[in-house]
């Protein structure tokens, strides 16, 4: 390992992350800190991404509504 650090080094960092980001915020931060990890290793191994599915098809969307206009076409507004 290139760093030697032992458990009084580990604990003082813990402390410093924890007053940084205090204690509500840690588990998400924990969280970022693996998936970009397991994203690097990813990575460097040379996987590919895996495709994700799409969130809804153009068969499940509901079609658009075409809006109506009010007025004829070609006609102008007039003014009294």
């Given at each position: 390992?290139p760093?030697?650090?032992?458990?009084?080094?580990?604990?003082?960092?813990?402390?410093?992350?924890?007053?940084?980001?205090?204690?509500?915020?840690?588990?998400?931060?924990?969280?970022?800190?693996?998936?970009?990890?397991?994203?690097?290793?990813?990575?460097?191994?040379?996987?590919?991404?895996r495709?994700?599915?799409?969130?809804?098809?153009?068969?499940?969307?509901?079609?658009?509504?075409?809006?109506?206009?009010?007025?004829?076409?070609?006609?102008?507004?007039?003014?009294?």
């Open positions: 390992m760093f030697n650090i032992g458990l009084p080094e580990m604990a003082i960092i813990l402390v410093i992350v924890l007053l940084v980001f205090g204690a509500n915020r840690l588990p998400q931060v924990g969280n970022a800190l693996g998936k970009s990890i397991r994203e690097f290793k990813r990575g460097m191994a040379g996987e590919e991404e495709p994700t599915p799409p969130a809804a098809t153009a068969a499940q969307l509901p079609p658009p509504e075409v809006a109506q206009s009010t007025s004829q076409p070609g006609s102008t507004p007039r003014e009294s």
